[in-house]
């Protein structure tokens, strides 16, 4: 209202009148108040519309409907709100797909797409942060994404929406499809877990993390200053004494190939003498599961996030009906069976997805050991954590010191499955 009366203001400063002349309003002629109620009044509407527009546009996202905008390279629109590959694009999105798949990083296959002559939708050169934002776009699996409404410095909801980076999730707990994308969603789940292992969260959001370039990198502790051994050429060194000199700490140091073929025989074979109900066996088998099937463990947290959803909605149905009796009991009851079948269907499918499968090959030596063989350093530094806290490395006797490995290492194995769960993080 004061934004009009200023300018009304300017316009009479102006020798110039604001008229209307299908009302019959001229503000040199006492309509000043008028026009004033007439812009808080079209304000007002514009805000209607707009929350009518948005109500309607989750109406059809929830019932399989693509939002509107330019989809991620690859796909297309293929008209009454459904997606599919883009036929000029697939191709090369399809290969960029794969090779996220093989685990290769963002900036090579950027790197590689250039030196092909390959290019993005409007014409410039690949980067590792376009083939981040394309990839985990819900739209490049076929999938509703998710909008969230943004807030304001204090906590409030504002009318300003984003998209997230996460599908949609329907009332059955499962994501929402709108087509066929370049990957399927099993492909999106393993490409994810890829990203996920590669950065770490900040204060200002997600940032590149530097692998370990050794197994025992950070688990191995020096026995001077406690702090974890890294990576220095062929061996462990302290990472104090490499940073401070010997006046920080006096250090360790240990050639990496015979220390982590002892402590990989003594993990085998203290996890293959554990009991078959062993919570830490069990905590291994569920990590290493997830992480040879990571659409299951995303699954599985889906299912969580919308059982508890829908247990908060069949509350705020109960408090509706029960207190404050703004429902009709037809009506009550009609809702009240269709969430609690939801409900049951989702504990269900929560307790299919944490039923562990067979435990036999953990609990044979040679299988468990062939296992740990052949796993990547990622998936063994993995199942270190589940049964290992650290090992901290004992100093030599001096140079030349003949002292076997497995008598200089001290253990401190996980007890409990919190021991187990404090240690992997």
């Not at 079209?42 to 409907?65: S, W, Y």
């Not at 949609?168 to 066929?180: E, N, R």
């Amino acid at each position: 209202m004061g934004a009009v009366g200023s300018l009304l203001d300017e316009l009479e400063k102006r020798r110039a009148r604001l008229v209307s002349v299908i009302e019959s309003l001229d503000s040199s002629k006492g309509g000043r108040m008028i026009f004033a109620f007439l812009s808080e009044r079209a304000r007002d509407e514009a805000k209607d519309i707009a929350l009518r527009v948005q109500t309607g546009l989750d109406e059809h996202r929830i019932i399989g409907r693509a939002p509107g905008g330019r989809p991620p390279y690859g796909v297309m629109h293929l008209g009454d709100g459904k997606v599919g590959p883009n036929p000029d694009e697939y191709p090369t999105a399809r290969r960029i797909a794969e090779a996220l798949l093989r685990g290769e990083a963002s900036t090579r296959i950027a790197h590689v797409l250039t030196a092909d002559g390959a290019t993005t939708r409007t014409g410039r050169h690949w980067s590792a942060n376009a083939i981040s934002r394309m990839a985990q776009s819900p739209l490049w699996a076929g999938l509703v994404p998710h909008r969230e409404r943004h807030t304001d410095e204090y906590g409030n909801p504002i009318d300003k929406w984003g998209w997230k980076a996460d599908p949609l999730i329907g009332a059955d707990g499962h994501p929402v499809h709108c087509g066929t994308g370049v990957v399927s969603l099993g492909e999106r789940y393993a490409i994810r877990a890829q990203f996920a292992s590669r950065t770490v969260r900040g204060i200002k959001g997600s940032h590149g993390a530097k692998q370990p370039g050794k197994m025992l990198t950070g688990i191995m502790l020096c026995p001077h200053c406690k702090v974890g051994l890294v990576s220095g050429g062929e061996s462990y060194r302290c990472r104090t004494r490499m940073e401070g000199g010997a006046a920080a700490c006096a250090g360790v140091r240990t050639k990496a190939g015979r220390v982590d073929e002892a402590v990989s025989g003594v993990w085998v074979a203290r996890v293959s003498a554990m009991e078959h109900d062993d919570p830490v066996l069990h905590e291994i088998a569920r990590r290493w599961l997830e992480y040879q099937d990571p659409e299951r463990g995303a699954r599985r947290r889906e299912v969580s996030a919308a059982l508890d959803d829908a247990e908060r909605r069949s509350s705020e149905l109960d408090d509706a009906y029960y207190v404050h009796g703004r429902m009709k009991p037809a009506r009550y009851e009609q809702l009240s069976a269709a969430l609690n079948d939801q409900i049951s269907a989702m504990r269900a499918e929560l307790a299919e997805l944490h039923r562990q499968t067979d435990l036999g090959p953990l609990l044979d030596g040679e299988l468990l050991a062939e296992m740990f063989d052949g796993a990547t350093l990622v998936d063994k530094r993995m199942l270190l954590r589940c049964a290992l806290n650290s090992v901290t490395l004992k100093p030599s006797k001096g140079q030349g010191d003949k002292t076997p490995i497995h008598d200089r290492l001290v253990f401190d194995w996980v007890e409990t499955p919190t021991q187990g769960l404090t240690a992997a993080a």
